[in-house]
């Protein structure tokens, strides 16, 4: 399997801690010709990130390359087998996706600005923390979000999460995160596995906020 990604991306850092996770034997492909090129566009027509691909066979968008992942890979299992309990980590998932990872992307655009207005920065925390709030009332973390053991919920938000704290940070701003969300993230990130799948991505985080 060939997975086209890079380092910084966060949703190819959502579909790598899958794969690592489920221990799939791959191997990772910047873009060829770089993002959004036209030779990668012939590839992956949306030239967007993540992809994978099987021979002649590809599929992009991050969720749908999960799903594929978890149906063909069932070991260990990153969705629960109840109907509601599944239907449930679906909805985590898409709500990170659709409400929660924008709210975060929208501070990428001020991250070179290191004289952002306090009323701007101030917006923009408060739709990120309103949307961890929204969060938190969808669940319990027992430890992961969706009960005993990591699923595809968990994915998305712990790379989110600490991206946002780190790009507030810039500023001298902390995020105001819930108890229960807080605690989640902190053990979340102490398993060797979350670990090991996210270094490249928290490496190359930490230079593009450096550099």
């Known amino acids: 399997m060939i997975f086209h990604a890079t380092a910084l991306s966060s949703y190819s850092a959502k579909v790598r801690l899958v794969l690592c996770i489920k221990g799939v034997d791959f191997e990772e492909r910047e873009p060829p010709g770089g993002y959004r090129s036209e030779c990668y566009r012939a590839l992956v027509p949306m030239g967007t990130l993540p992809a994978i691909q099987e021979g002649d066979w590809v599929l992009s968008e991050s969720e749908a390359i999960n799903e594929y992942l978890e149906e063909r890979y069932a070991d260990p299992p990153m969705l629960p087998a109840g109907f ?5 980590v679906r909805f985590l998932a ?114 593009w906020l450096t550099s």
């Open 84 to 88: 509601h309990e599944r239907a449930r």
């Open 94 to 207: 898409r709500f990170h996706d659709l409400y929660l990872e924008p709210a975060v992307r929208a501070l990428f655009p001020r991250v070179r600005d290191p004289a952002l207005d306090g009323a701007t920065l101030q917006r923009l925390r408060g739709t990120i923390e309103h949307r961890l709030q929204q969060l938190a009332g969808f669940c319990r973390p027992s430890p992961w979000l969706a009960g005993d053991r990591i699923t595809l919920a968990d994915c998305g938000p712990l790379v989110t999460l600490p991206l946002a704290q780190r790009i507030l940070a810039r500023w001298s701003q902390s995020l105001d995160v819930p108890t229960g969300l807080d605690a989640w993230l902190a053990e979340g990130w102490q398993d060797p596995r979350v670990h090991r799948a996210l270094a490249s991505w928290q490496k190359a985080t930490d230079h």
